[in-house]
């Protein structure tokens, strides 16, 4: 392998899929070939600095960091340009590697014009689909992809999106996500599981999961409005969404509105109260261990994906750490979905837009355990053994060769 500098905006600590992407591919390549380039740290605690500076001095692979977007001048991605030049020549790079295509990509574009080197580019839909919004971007980004080696993309979904800025099947190379082995996830688990029971009432629960930003491609608002077919379907049910965003406010107004009509032995039971409100918690964002533990302790997860104008999930990493607990998965037929989620074998694809279709394959799900527990069996040995990012570091080690 080329010893290469992969230019990122998205890097450890920072929190989000594309972070977690590059950091895990670069554990896995040669660690005296890969150099990163990224963000200073945003964060100014002392404390935070300290703890990540510590986690990093860990790491095998050189990691620097510096202001790529400059506060006062414009275009502030203008002295990107000059210190990933002066960065390959002091570690002697050999191959330039964009991790985003705006601006990274054009600055890293603008420097193998002088410089003579090949670059790679890595794409995830949503990048795409942002460019297609101005004419001048798309323009330039068609001859930013038109010129690299080879363009990485994170699905054969956003494969197809790149083939609409005219390239050809030939350059691009699916990379997807991966998952950590699950012996790394074990740490303090039972511990979190157990405080997390405790506080949150779960004895005797079904458990209902969502993990994500809060934005409304996610498609929690159509899982809010099926509950109340659901829970006159099923017992004692809970759905736990996890995740900040702007799209909160919105999604608690809906959980208002939803109510739905008890079991009538149920509702003897209550009074003779035959309305009720859906059981829908909202726990904001969570730590790594704690998401780990709630993919333990729920029954389905579930994120009905979908395209809106812009955005896109370009696959949705969630779904396979779903699928690595072992949990049967409910992802919307759109963007990447149905290459991390297997139709009827892994779990079950619906229409996103669909809050009936939705409410039908939850409870399809509940009520039938030995297939919930089957899709869950299937998409642990599917994850472990194609998802693995050892064998995803070498993949990328061979386009970087």
Not at 92 to 118: H, K, M, N, Q, V
Not at 374 to 399: P, S
């Amino acid at each position: 392998m080329r010893k290469t500098l992969l230019v990122t905006l998205d890097f450890y600590p920072k929190i989000g899929g594309v972070a977690n992407y590059y950091f895990n591919l670069c554990q896995n390549l040669p660690q005296d070939k890969i150099v990163v380039l990224t963000e200073e740290q945003r964060d100014k605690n002392t404390t935070t600095q300290e703890h990540n500076n510590n986690r990093e001095s860990a790491f095998n692979f050189r990691i620097i960091r510096e202001q790529l977007m400059a506060r006062w001048c414009w275009p502030r991605w203008w002295p990107m340009i000059f210190k990933i030049g002066r960065i390959s020549r002091k570690e002697t790079i050999e191959r330039l590697w964009a991790g985003d295509i705006w601006p990274t990509g054009l600055a890293i574009y603008l420097i193998s014009i002088f410089w003579g080197r090949p670059y790679i580019i890595s794409v995830h839909g949503r990048d795409l689909l942002l460019a297609k919004k101005n004419k001048l971007k798309e323009f330039l980004v068609k001859i930013i992809l038109k010129q690299a080696k080879t363009i990485t993309v994170n699905s054969q979904s956003t494969g197809r999106i790149a083939e609409g800025f005219g390239i050809g099947q030939e350059q691009t190379k699916v990379i997807y996500p991966g998952v950590g082995k699950q012996e790394d996830k074990n740490t303090g688990r039972q511990e979190y599981k157990n405080k997390i029971i405790e506080k949150h009432n779960l004895v005797g629960k079904k458990i209902l999961l969502s993990i994500g930003r809060l934005v409304e491609r996610k498609g929690f608002d159509k899982v809010i409005e099926a509950m109340p077919k659901i829970g006159e379907k099923v017992e004692d049910l809970i759905y736990v969404i996890a995740g900040e965003g702007p799209d909160r406010e919105r999604l608690e107004k809906i959980t208002r509105r939803q109510e739905y009509t008890r079991p009538q032995r149920l509702a003897a039971s209550d009074g003779g109260r035959e309305k009720t409100r859906i059981n829908v918690i909202f726990i904001g964002g969570v730590s790594e261990n704690e998401k780990w533990a709630w993919l333990d302790l729920c029954d389905i997860f579930i994120m009905p994906a979908r395209e809106t104008k812009d955005d896109i999930e370009g696959f949705g990493i969630v779904y396979l750490e779903a699928a690595m607990a072992g949990k049967p998965v409910i992802a919307g037929k759109s963007g990447g979905a149905s290459e991390a989620v297997i139709d009827g074998e892994t779990g079950i694809l619906v229409d996103p837009e669909n809050h009936e279709e939705i409410a039908g394959a939850i409870i399809k799900l509940f009520n039938n355990k030995e297939l919930a527990r089957k899709m869950g069996d299937n998409g642990k040995r599917r994850v472990e053994g194609e998802f693995d990012w050892a064998i995803l570091g070498k993949e990328m080690e061979e386009i970087l060769k």
